[in-house]
């Protein structure tokens, strides 16, 4: 029991690193997409570059959200640490880490989804104008 304080906070590293590592990469050939565009002076449709936009804004909270998910787990790794030196108040700072963790990345999964609609949209926009 008192190992798992420790290493149940740990266990979410490696997925929410897997997610941060897909987002940043999406995130950056977004950039790269639309710094093409400005440079290139390309006509784009209001709406293409609203929806670009909004992109954008989504990366980055999904992001943001992603990076505070880990630095609560390692919060909760640590007061879990630190619980098992018998420090009391360190318990309940370790589940509201975790608590808060695991909102954070769902609130980053929720961001996602709705970027995945946003990107079917773009989708549609761009045939419209085949």
């Known amino acids: 029991m008192e190992l798992t304080?420790?290493?149940a906070p740990l266990s979410f590293l490696s997925g929410i690193g897997l997610i941060i590592l897909s987002t940043?990469?999406?995130?950056?050939?977004?950039?790269?997409?639309?710094?093409?565009?400005?440079?290139?002076?390309?006509n784009c449709s209001p709406e293409f570059m609203v929806l670009q936009k909004k992109r954008l804004w989504m990366f980055k909270w999904a992001l943001s959200l992603l990076y505070l998910c880990v630095g609560f787990v390692l919060v909760g790794s640590l007061a879990g640490g630190l619980s098992l030196e018998g420090i009391v108040f360190t318990t309940p700072l370790l589940y509201g880490?975790?608590?808060l963790s695991v909102i954070s990345a769902l609130a980053a999964i929720v961001i996602l989804i709705k970027e995945s609609f946003v990107s079917a949209s773009l989708i549609?926009?761009?045939l419209k104008n085949i």
């Open 124 to 126: 549609d926009e761009q």
């Open 5 to 7: 304080l420790i290493l």
């Open 97 to 99: 880490a975790v608590i």
């Open 24 to 42: 940043s990469r999406r995130y950056i050939e977004l950039i790269r997409q639309l710094q093409h565009i400005i440079e290139d002076s390309f």
